[in-house]
């Protein structure tokens, strides 16, 4: 009898334990490859949806997400959003840092772009990285340190970095000529009207930096800002 009765209770705690779990499951092996499909990217109610091409991407491996936009109609923004479990939820204490990926222009010319993340801090994005409309893929990394973001003007929240990034509930890549805006109509965060082509492949969490890795990075853009400024003598 004090057997079950354990067993009973022990049942009863891990149920309690696993309700009280966060829905969602951001963690540093959250990778998306768009191997099969494009993963649950998306870019709102009317526009056409990011597709998954099954050709050969950077890595030798098939497949890849292919996305446009258009100057005009539902598409006429380059931006694309995901809710999936695995970009969703508390950044900060499943170690996640950075976000990193892989991307070709294929046309339109270059293309500023931007990661966006909202939550109930409202809307943070990274400075902006380009695109370079060459056919060649290239990877982009982007820090999520606070010291890095932006918060989105009248994107509500409490403004504060902590709040959103405890529980991120969307997760945007967008781009544009610029500047970045926040849509309330569709709770996005955008940058103008383009008309352009990319591939992207292989969005990925990154670790935090270790304090000795970031102090490396630190020395190493010292001393290159010092040898230019002696060569500029």
Sequence with gaps: MRWTTSLI?????????AASQPA????????????????GWRVGNAGVAPTQESGVSFDGQPGFLR?????????????MWTQQPDWTGDYATAGVGGVSLWADGRSGGDLPFWLGFDGPGGWFFTPA?????????KRFDFSLAEGDLIYAAASGGTGQYADTFAAVSRFEIFAGPGPVTFAGSGDLLRAGTSNNVVWIDN????????????LLALLVTTAIGRRRRFRGR
């Design 129 to 137: 990285q380009t695109i370079v409309t060459d056919d060649d893929w």
């Design 9 to 17: 209770l022990a049942a009863s705690i891990a149920g309690t334990i």
């Design 24 to 39: 969602h499951a951001i963690s540093l092996s959250s990778l998306d490859a768009f191997s099969t499909d494009n993963e």
């Design 67 to 79: 996305h446009f936009s258009d100057g005009v109609r539902a598409n006429g923004k380059w931006l």
């Design 203 to 214: 969005i990925a969490a990154q670790p935090i930096p270790e304090p000795a890795s970031a």
